[in-house]
């Protein structure tokens, strides 16, 4: 996430982040839950799946060290369309929107990044729920 280095800009987010850590498969963000966060990837992954009809759940992406994600729910407003979870230990810094808006302020290339990335996550979740329906509609017709 490219930030300005200016002591402004990093005491402001010190002051706006918590650390969190996440074992083995616990769920950072569940698919239907609302979110003002978002979360900095600074050691492990995190696996983003959608849970599709009958229960079943369906990986879409991997989301490395150095990577973010909450954004969609955070921008949105709207719940998330997905459920993130940790692959094996995983540590994030936590920024509350309050922060990640005031980042965006002082850095509008930041906010067309996290756009740029909001359209394509989003277009992955689009994607897999269309499978989902054309696969239980070919089911239907047998």
Do not use: C
């Not at 200016?6 to 074992?23: H, P, R, S």
């Not at 940790?86 to 936590?94: E, G, K, N, T, Y």
């Amino acid at each position: 996430m490219p930030l300005a280095r200016e002591a402004k800009n990093w005491d402001d987010l010190t002051k706006a982040t918590i650390l969190q850590k996440f074992g083995a498969a616990e769920k950072v963000i569940r698919q239907g839950e609302s979110g003002n966060t978002l979360y900095i990837i600074i050691a492990g992954e995190a696996k983003v799946t959608v849970t599709k009809k009958f229960g079943m759940e369906w990986e879409i992406m991997t989301i490395l060290r150095g990577e973010f994600f909450g954004e969609m729910a955070l921008f949105s407003g709207e719940p998330s369309p997905v459920s993130i979870a940790a692959v094996d230990d995983l540590q994030v810094l936590v920024i509350y929107s309050d922060a990640v808006k005031t980042m965006i302020e002082r850095q509008p290339s930041l906010g067309r990044e996290i756009g740029q990335i909001i359209e394509a996550r989003s277009k992955a979740v689009r994607m897999t729920r269309q499978a989902d329906v054309s696969s239980h509609a070919e089911v239907d017709s047998l």
